[in-house]
């Protein structure tokens, strides 16, 4: 499958647990976007990272989240102390190239669940 | 503000009937925009994309058009099926920046037998 792949597709953690959410982009492809999705709404852009870059965090809350995207691995969506209102469904998109005219590639997403 | 409204919320139509979808922005400047179907439980898949210079495009039974002047874009399904039944998702991108995309929240399309 040479699509963008997401793990966990389900996760599920208490008041006050860490969740990581990984995403590796599809081949080729160099830059990765964080959305989060709720309930009967659209989704929302979090973050746009490059290798080893932080492009754009201007929908990230300020506190408890954070993303990485090193030279090896996956991208990596992190929140600490997670709370009720974080759960949401997370898809990360990729793309070859980072202008707006180019298609973005979803994967199935993580569907965050917080007791 | 940059938005972008779809219309309607839901919509319920027999197998085999036409349908069309609804997308109003206000997104400013505008560089493209494309239509995405959402199967439940999946990530969204891109259907078209069109830019300013484009009035049409299709994809097999979809077809989408663009009206820049009046900010309006509507998604046309022909010949419903049942795997059609998903969320159609309307983003808007404007120019200046890779993440300047607006979605809109969706239609949900129900094809029944």
């Known amino acids: 499958n040479a699509g963008v792949m997401q793990n966990p597709r389900h996760l599920v953690r208490r008041r006050g647990q860490e969740a990581r959410l990984r995403c590796s982009p599809m081949k080729g492809h160099s830059h990765v976007y964080w959305y989060r999705q709720l309930p009967e709404e659209g989704l929302k852009f979090m973050v746009y990272l490059q290798k080893e870059n932080i492009i754009d965090e201007s929908g990230m809350p300020k506190e408890r989240f954070s993303a990485e995207f090193p030279k090896e691995g996956p991208s990596i969506l992190r929140i600490q102390q997670v709370v009720r209102g974080d759960s949401a469904a997370y898809f990360c998109a990729s793309s070859p190239q980072g202008y707006s005219n180019q298609p973005q590639h979803f994967g199935d997403g993580t569907r965050l669940s917080i007791l | 503000k940059n938005q972008v409204e779809q219309s309607p919320q839901s919509l319920i139509i027999l197998e085999g009937k036409n349908c069309t979808l609804q997308c109003n922005y206000t997104v400013s400047p505008f560089s493209n925009l494309r239509w995405y179907k959402q199967d439940t439980g999946r990530g969204p898949v891109s259907l078209t994309i069109?830019?300013?210079?484009?009035n049409t495009k299709s994809n097999g039974r979809y077809t989408a058009t663009l009206d820049a002047d009046t900010k309006q874009s509507s998604l046309h399904i022909t010949a419903s099926q049942l795997s059609d039944s998903a969320s159609y998702i309307c983003v808007v991108s404007a120019r200046a920046g890779a993440n300047n995309l607006f979605f809109g929240t969706g239609t949900r399309l129900t094809v029944i037998p």
């Open positions: 069109m830019t300013f210079s484009e």
